[in-house]
Structures are given as C-alpha cells and as structure tokens.
C-alpha cells in the first residue's frame, strides 16, 4: 500500500516555459511513499530417519541444535523413528540453512548417516 502525503512547493523559474511563454510561478506537488516490508518466507528443519544412527545420538542432536530439552528431544526423535521424518524447528531460510548443515557436519565427523532437510512451509 502505497500512502500518499501532498505538500505543495512553490517554485521560482526562469521567467519561461518550454514554449516560450512568460511564467512567473509553477506548484508541484511532493509524495512521500512509505515502503510495505515483506515477512520473510520460513523453512522446516526436517530429520530423516535411518536404520544406523543411534536413538540416543538423535537426541543429543536435538538437544544441541535445536535447544529441544530432554523430553522434546525424546518426542521428536521417536517421530522420526515411528514415521519417517520429524520436524525439529521452523526458520528463516539462513538459520535453517545453517541448522541443517551444523547438523549435517556433526553426524559425518560422527561416522553416523543422520540425514537433515528443510523445506519451504
């Protein structure tokens, strides 16, 4: 939405217009537009589940990465387990970027093939 503020200006010229006529004064008139922000689009941090990794490391992951305390943690990593894929978190686009690949680096140096995702919400 565009807002609209008029503020009449007076203005001295040259004595003439473009076509040769005499003018003494002209008005314009001054807008001042105030810029609408966008809300940032957000991303889901998704954990796939595995048959290799530990239960016990999936929670540590939660708990590291996602702030999760111990029961959160617990709950998640037993829907990842149950069904698939869990969410940990929704974030900006960055932030998740980041989560995924902190996660990511984390359970490779850790010789485990956790695998985490973030898709658009």
Not at 64 to 93: P, Q, S, W
């Amino acid at each position: 939405m565009t807002l609209f503020t008029p503020y009449p200006v007076t203005m001295q010229d040259d004595g003439e217009d473009n076509s040769g006529r005499g003018t003494d004064r002209g008005t314009a008139v001054i807008t001042k537009t105030k810029p609408k922000t966008k809300k940032p689009s957000l991303y889901r941090v998704l954990l796939l589940n595995d048959d290799y990794t530990p239960m016990e490391f999936v929670i540590h992951v939660l708990e590291r990465f996602f702030r999760k305390d111990r029961d959160a943690a617990t709950r998640i990593m037993l829907h990842v387990h149950n069904h698939g894929v869990g969410e940990c978190g929704t974030f900006t686009y960055e932030v998740a970027e980041t989560k995924v690949s902190q996660v990511m680096d984390f359970a490779r140096q850790h010789q485990h093939p956790l695998q985490c995702v973030m898709e658009k919400k």
